[in-house]
């Protein structure tokens, strides 16, 4: 009898849950599994694990976004919003807003912070480099460049710990960027390199903050030799003359069909810079992974299809960077987002397109590349 009525019982739940669920009442809001182990917590013997964020993602400490971003990752930076476009819009305007509320998370919850980032060809006002309609003089940049630098980093001295104060300053065909902080700025003190602006800005935000990690950053250091090399050269020469460069960030856009052992021998060439500075390191600043290989320009493909590729790369390249954490050379891997729902490549380069980069997908559901990522630091 008593079974009875306890069966009874369990049936009528399942009933209300599945009335409920069919009236959208008793839905998640999203699939997140808040019972997962966290991924940073996983990988703390490695390195911090980060990821790039926006404001809207820290509204509502409720959320499972919030919860997630919160639990998962240990490291975070802005994705636009500290950017010399939304931060100085014009010379007598600074919105810190996003950045404040940014900082007032990460020291409320003990996050390291990245900012990203100081000096960079694009996402920058066109003021910075006009005077009156005329294009403005070095003397001018430079000191437009120090202010801004000098105020950003100074505002968030001890609360932001590693600054991009450098973005993309490579091209190519591996030389310096014509950007307009080259063409304007050139060889400023006449000592033959054209690279000053580079050196200005590092030391002026060493100035701002001295205990601030300053990282150099650029995309494809990974996957072409030479550009690694140039980048190696130059970062080189500048420490040797005491420019106070702590680390280069590898963003690390990679694809599904990424070479992992290249990847390996070119972060070895730049680890390489710890010859002259025994704590120089290197930070994977801004990963995720395409589904679909360089110069693949199919639309939307079936994510099921790919998805044993998927995580197999994506164990290839974590064991990687575990061995040269262990090496002494990798301290921060951050994704530059955290879930396939909201990435840059979603539209590029080809518009329309759906993209899957992330361990976590647009219903904030753990990928199996997650599980399989998160196991792997206790198999070594
Ligand atoms: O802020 C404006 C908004 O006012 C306007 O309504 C809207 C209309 O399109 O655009 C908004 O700006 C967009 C901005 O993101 C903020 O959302 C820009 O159009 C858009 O181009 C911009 O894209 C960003 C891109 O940098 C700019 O180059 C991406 O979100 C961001 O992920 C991407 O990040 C870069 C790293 O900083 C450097 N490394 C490469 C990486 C990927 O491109």
């Known amino acids: 009898m008593k079974t009875k009525r306890i069966l009874s019982a369990v049936l009528a739940v399942i009933m209300i849950m599945t009335v409920m669920t069919a009236c959208g009442e008793a839905k998640p809001e999203y699939a997140y599994d808040d019972e997962a182990p966290s991924l940073c917590e996983a990988y703390a013997d490695y390195f911090n694990i980060g990821a790039a964020i926006n404001s809207w993602d820290l509204t509502d400490e409720t959320t499972d976004r919030f919860k997630l971003i919160n639990k998962h990752f240990n490291t975070f930076v802005m994705e636009n919003e500290t950017k010399p ?120 935000a060493h100035e701002a903050d001295p205990d601030a990690r300053l990282i150099i950053n650029d995309y494809s250091l990974e996957s072409s030799t030479d550009k690694a090399i140039t980048m190696y050269n130059m970062v080189k020469k500048m420490l040797e003359e005491g420019v106070p460069v702590d680390g280069v960030g590898l963003q690390m856009h990679v694809g599904i069909d990424m070479d992992v052992e290249k990847a390996r021998e070119n972060m070895k060439i730049l680890a390489r810079l710890k010859e002259i500075n025994p704590d120089f390191v290197l930070e994977v600043t801004e990963l995720d992974m395409s589904c679909y290989g360089w110069g693949n320009n199919d639309l939307n493909i079936d994510f099921k299809s790919i998805e044993k590729e998927f995580n197999a790369k994506y164990v290839e390249l974590f064991n990687m960077l575990m061995d040269l954490s262990e090496e002494g050379v990798l301290d921060s891997v951050v994704f530059w987002g955290f879930n396939d729902g909201n990435t840059w490549l979603n539209g590029f380069p080809v518009e329309g397109r759906t993209n899957y980069p992330f361990l976590i997908d647009a219903d904030l559901k753990f990928k199996s590349a997650f599980w399989k990522v998160i196991d792997l630091p206790e198999k070594r």
């Open 85 to 204: 476009d939304q931060i100085h819009p014009k010379e007598d305007t600074y919105n810190f807003d996003a950045t404040d509320k940014f900082v007032e998370f990460g020291e409320k919850y003990g996050k390291t912070l990245r900012g990203h980032t100081l000096v960079w060809h694009s996402q920058v006002p066109n003021w910075f480099f006009e005077d009156n309609g005329e294009q403005a003089s070095a003397d001018l940049l430079v000191e437009r460049m120090k202010e801004h630098i000098t105020t950003v980093v100074s505002r968030y001295k001890g609360k932001i710990d590693t600054w991009d104060v450098c973005n993309e300053v490579l091209d190519d065909s591996y030389g310096l960027r014509l950007s307009n902080w080259l063409k304007i700025i050139k060889d400023y003190d006449g000592d033959g390199d054209r690279y000053d602006f580079i050196e200005i800005a590092f030391r002026t």
